[in-house]
């Protein structure tokens, strides 16, 4: 059943690459996303995190449907956008937009600002004069001085070139937003003006986020809820306090001992992490979690975990919790 609250929701989605190494060698598949089910509340930010590789992108860009999926439904205000065929995604595209990490790659090098964030408006037909006055607006909006409007993007620093990548982002009045590591790229002194930009413009244009990143703390920060990805599955989903006072899952658990914590009589005992990451051609068997976790079992080794909500708006995969 489809709630009035939900804005996005996806179920069994998968995406498999499949990768050759050469003519003769043997084709392998990598199972960048596989079996995620969540949705996502009109209105809030859902953080995702989890170590390089374990899908976040991928499913931020399926989300948008900027790939293709192998398996699964993802549907935005209850339509299913997996199966909409090139014109309803056309119609329905100016709703989902994207923040990217590196805003100087997303940004055509040829184009004045001017352009760029106009140039959303007139692949939808909104009319010069307009297109001209939401620019003006959204120019002051990111922070960026109107009079900066005919540079380039390469007269710009890194933090202000996101600034107009989040205009362009915003120039159809998106419902939904994914932003990849959108502060990954920038200078530590810039972090913080960025992500306090992004919370003030969702209060203003009331959108929702899927706030992809690295760093735990940056999340918790922006985020009402936050799921833990590993190796192309959700291990655990919940309140954003909830989960950082009272983490479920082992792999959870091991991310938040590694944030140092700036209270000096807090101590946390720091729970090292066996080993590297499987990788996802090979992911192993029964929970993906097993070979690097501290409380596996033999039931881990063969039984995948369900994703269940332990307790309410709290969800798990762990045998163990
Ligand atoms: N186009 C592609 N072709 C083949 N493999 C891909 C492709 N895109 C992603 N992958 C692989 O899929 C897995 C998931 O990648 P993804 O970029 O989604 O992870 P991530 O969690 O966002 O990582 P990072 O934080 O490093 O960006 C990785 O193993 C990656 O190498």
Redesign the pocket.
Known sequence: MSDTKELVRVEGLK?Y?N?SNGVFSKKSV?K??DDLSFSVQKGETLGIV????????????LLLRLLEATEGEIYFEGKNITTMNKKELKKNRRHFQMIF?DPFASLNPRMKVEEIIEEPMKTVGIEKSKRKQRMLKLLNDVGIPESYRDRYPHEFSGGQRQRIGIARALALEPKFIVA??PVAALDVSIQAQIINLLVDLQKEYQFTYLF?A?DLSVVQYISDRVGV?YL?QMMELSESDELYENPLHPYTQALLSAIPIPDLHTKREQIQLEGEIP??VNPPSGCRFHTRCPIATERCKVEVPEFREIKKGHYAACHEV
Do not use: N, W, Y
Not at 50 to 61: P, V
């Open positions: 995406k690459f990768l990598v960048a996303v989890g170590e390089s590789g374990c899908g976040k992108s991928t499913t931020g860009r990490q990849d590591e992809i690295h990805m192309g990788s996802p």
